[in-house]
């Protein structure tokens, strides 16, 4: 149960680590924005320092070949204006050379930043991929199946040790334990039919006194319930002929005949009500809610209602 059935449900894991992702991405186009910004500054900048690096070659040979040598005012401006384009140099440079170096500092920071952020990304992503492995493994093997099987035959068998010992504290408190995770991969399946596009519709019964949870079948003519259902209540005496039934998905079953006491769904009981009993693994939940129930209702599904089957007696 902690492992497959609590916590985080898969789906929202994997969306978790998708927004990751895309967050990661934006991240690092915000960051690469802010460095091609910063890098336009700074080819600006050395683009300036070439320029006056050109003026003061072209001061230099102006002063090699001065001309007009008579004009010693002319040649004191001449060498002003090449030593103020010096000092300019000079000054632009050191800029230049800082501003070089933030740039280096920050695209280092900026690496470093983002090989952080998609070691975290990655950490997350390679948690959702185990999780998926392990529980593709899971159903693959068919422990999914065996662990229902196994909660349903516990709860056969706890039910029969409380008719032979009524009352039992014991066996109560195993009884409303085993309830608890029934109803724990109850609410598991909901949820996950919910978040598909034409999931399921599964709704909780009450066969006779046990807490059930079965599909709405429209299309099935009988109810069908699994084995360990019946056992629990105590009612494999009373099963009739094979029959052969078509479940959800088309896939025809085998199972036998039989009479449900009492049903309950959606606050609204019938009782003996005609049924099939198969084996839990060929529906994968406590049964299949079929016409020989609805027929008796005028049923409306509503997914955003609680119960999500409204029913309404003829």
Known sequence: MDRFYRGERLETAIDRSDAGIQKYNAHAQELQKTLLAERSNLDRMLASVEAIQAQLKAADLELRDPGDRSSREALKRKVDARNALASKLAEQSAKARSALDAHNAMVTRTQQELEEHRKRVMAVQAAVNGRLAAFKAFTESGQDVAFFLDLNRLLADIRQGLRDKPGDPALQERLNRIRGFRRELAAWAIVGQALKTNG????????????????????????????????????????GRETSLSVIGGLRVKGLSCRIPQLTVAGQTLTEVAASVVPPAEVGVDGLLGQSFLKAFVYTIDEKAPTKLILIRR
């Open 200 to 239: 399921l519709v599964i709704v909780e019964a009450l066969v006779g006194d046990e807490p059930g949870w079965f599909i709405v079948d429209t299309g099935a003519m009988d109810t069908i319930v699994n084995e360990e259902m019946l056992d629990a209540l105590d009612l494999g005496r009373s099963l």
